[in-house]
């Protein structure tokens, strides 16, 4: 038999090592940019998605469902992507609130070293049991992972009609708004889409939500003067906004229109009011935005409506995106519009997505999505 040579060995038992060094190092390298990127939906499934960011890169997420009953539960991260459950926050329905029922769209914002969470649900001050009775209530907690109790035994503000999706902006000059949605309920009101429903045999009217705002008192426990009407669906169908505004109608969804789930921002000195259009169980859930010069409007609709909508209608599988609110990257750089939406793999649940969107150069207001597809974590790498 034959010996092997040393040198011979030698060198093969080096060139094994180089070829297993270098699928060690593909393998390290795949796992990097992995790392470094992310794929929605995320592994969270609420609806009305909020985020607050505290201290020291720490985010909380709030919203609708999910694992909490009669009440709100709260999610951590430190990345806007891996969000750990830590359990429920808020609890309602108990025999001394004045919540009995569909917890909807909770709100956090910290304010003096502490933590208000604004939030809608079912009102037990109901004498003539109606359907919808809805009101905006406020808890406050010393940390964002609760528990939060409310600050009053009824709701922050009676305006004598069903409201929901409280949304809160504090200015530069510290004055607070609260802005909201009246809803659809009772509520009908004339327009050219309600004359061609009815020419269509399809409904006898057409009812709507629009978003309010008023101000309000610095220890939350009211409101200052009245309410301003700030959105509403468009009267005439001529309206640029009135298409898609106006989908869960059109498709025969439903004899609804809705203007909710609004969220406001400054930038520039000028004030963002994002907001969600159509049925928030339906595909066409959308979202547009206003601006305005004053919190309290009035707010001209933007040209580039809606700026984030379904996709199925161009090879997609999201639709039903919208309620959404708006997150800044760990390092400051990037804005995120954080929404809910549905795909073919999850139905009828809502889960939540994050993509990137920006303020151009000449104010307007971009969202790149929905997106499915692998994106770059929300921080710079350079």
Known sequence: MNKIKP?????????????QSSCKSNEEKTNVVQSMTYTNPLSVAIGDPYVLSDSNDRY???GTGGQARDGFSV?????????????QVFYGNTDDSWSIGSFWAPEVYKINEKYYMFYSAQWRNNPNKEQENFRIGVAVASKPTGPFIDITNKPIYDPN??????NVFVDDDGRIYLFYSRCCYKHPVESEIADWVRAQGWYNEIEESWVYGIELKPDF???????????????????TQAEWESRSVTSHEVNRRWTEGSYTFKHNGTYYMMYSANHFGGENYAVGYATSQSPLGPYKKAPNNPVLQKNTDHGGDVSGTG?????????G???????????????NNRVVFIDRMEILKDGTLA?????TNPQPVPFSIN
């Open 7 to 19: 040198y011979i060995l030698i060198s093969f038992c080096v060139f094994f090592y180089l070829i």
């Open 60 to 62: 909380y997420l709030y």
């Open 75 to 87: 999610y951590f991260s430190s990345d806007l992507i891996n969000w750990k459950y830590e359990g």
């Open 161 to 166: 009609y069903p409201i929901i999706d409280a």
């Open 221 to 239: 426990t009211g409101t200052i003067g009245e309410p301003v009407l700030l959105l509403r669906p468009p009267v005439s169908m001529s309206d």
């Open 323 to 331: 309620h959404n609110s708006v997150i800044i990257s760990p390092n």
């Open 333 to 347: 750089s990037e804005m995120f519009c954080v929404y809910h939406g549905r795909t073919t793999k999850t139905g």
């Open 367 to 371: 969202v790149h999505g929905p997106t």
